[in-house]
């Protein structure tokens, strides 16, 4: 037989599907919303963490780097000083045991200042020069007015040991430049201007008798130094020796 379902029963039916429906839409709904609170949670705590890691990793790294360049810097400032300090350490010694060689030589043979002739002063200059890196050392002694008198007759008279000095100094001076590594020609070694109004021997020393002035300070004073202008500074010994060699 035939069984005919009521209109309540399927009226129920269809409220609790509906109930169902509402249900299942609003745990849906409610998921979504919990996935998308997550999702954001997640991407936050990345976004967080990447922000402090990449921090973290600039800081350290600017910081390692201010570091090595602090040190790299400290260490090629103390290279310099110390460089520097050798180069003048280096110079006074030589200085000083050059001093040191003409005070023990005019001692020795019972000689005064200014009128000292240190012997093998090529050799001994050439030395200094290496020792010192310099490219040239001169002996100038300090003559007084007092004195000024005596030392231009000492000089005139043993103006011969600047050209024996000379042809002795020419095999040193190659050999120190050599060692420097320096090379220039002979118009680089050039110290001094031609002079005007000096007096100069025609005996082929080209030896100028007087105290003079090369005018490198003051090209007007160039000449004969006056007298009552002293003290003065002649350059009686040097190393290398110009060519031609030069008087007092």
């Given at each position: ?56 990793v600039y800081l350290y790294t600017r910081n390692e780097e201010q ?180 008087g007092p």
């Amino acid at each position: 037989h035939s069984q005919l379902e009521s209109p309540k029963a399927t009226q129920s039916e269809s409220t609790h599907q509906s109930q169902t429906d509402e249900l299942s839409a609003s745990l849906t709904t409610k998921e979504t919303r919990w996935v998308n609170i997550l999702r954001v949670a997640v991407l936050s705590v990345l976004l967080l963490t990447a922000t402090i890691l990449s921090t973290g990793v600039y800081l350290y790294t600017r910081n390692e780097e201010q570091a090595a360049f602090s040190k790299h810097f400290s260490d090629s400032a103390h290279q310099v000083i110390q460089s520097f300090h050798d180069t003048v350490e280096r110079t006074i010694e030589a200085i000083g045991g050059l001093s040191t060689t003409y005070t023990s030589y005019a001692l020795d043979q019972n000689m005064t200042f200014p009128n000292v002739t240190l012997p093998d002063f090529a050799l001994r200059g050439s030395h200094a020069r290496i020792q010192s890196g310099s490219y040239i050392v001169h002996y100038m002694p300090v003559v007084t007015d007092e004195t000024r008198d005596g030392w231009e007759s000492y000089a005139l008279e043993n103006r011969y040991q600047i050209n024996k000095e000379n042809e002795r100094d020419k095999y040193y001076r190659n050999k120190q430049d050599a060692a420097i590594a320096l090379a220039r020609g002979e118009s680089g070694r050039r110290l001094q201007a031609a002079a005007r109004n000096v007096t100069s021997l025609d005996d082929g020393t080209r030896f100028r008798p007087k105290i003079w002035n090369n005018g490198a300070l003051n090209p007007n004073n160039r000449g004969d130094e006056p007298p009552g202008v002293g003290p003065y500074l002649p350059i009686w010994q040097r190393s290398p020796i110009n060519d031609p060699p030069q008087g007092p």
